[in-house]
């Protein structure tokens, strides 16, 4: 099995950058679909982007699709979150995840990560 840890979140400004970085461990995440979903309080998780294994594909909720750009680096067994133009809807854990299935629903992602906190103020 994989482990999972995300980075890099914290308390930005609407209109800033943040990119997330989830370090696997344990196992090599080319056998996984690797996901991102968020958790804003009060609020169901939701999904956000998914990758393929081979990174020859990509998906996005609406409401993050030009703004965020998934990817991952095989090599290093890391997935990225790149977010542009945030806005404070963005706040919420962010959570990574890795599935056997290309999907958007968290309930087809076996491995999760701890999650990190990406607060945007206005």
């Known amino acids: 099995q994989v482990q999972l840890a995300e980075s890099g979140g914290g308390l930005v400004q609407a209109g800033d950058s943040l990119t997330l970085s989830c370090a696997a461990s344990?196992?090599?995440?080319?056998?996984?679909?690797m996901g991102w979903f968020r958790q804003a309080p009060g609020k169901e998780r939701e999904f956000v982007a998914a990758?393929?294994?081979?990174?020859?594909?990509?998906r996005y909720a609406d409401s993050v699709k030009g703004r965020f750009t998934i990817s991952r680096d095989n090599t290093k067994n890391t997935v990225y979150l790149q977010m542009n133009s945030l806005k404070p809807e963005d706040t919420a854990v962010y959570y990574c995840?890795?599935?056997?299935?290309?999907?958007?629903?968290?309930?087809?992602?076996?491995?999760w990560g701890q999650g990190t906190q990406v607060t945007v103020s206005s």
């Open positions: 995840a890795a599935a056997l299935y290309y999907s958007d629903y968290d309930r087809d992602y076996a491995y």
């Open positions: 344990g196992r090599s995440i080319s056998f996984y679909h």
């Open positions: 990758i393929r294994r081979n990174s020859d594909s990509t």
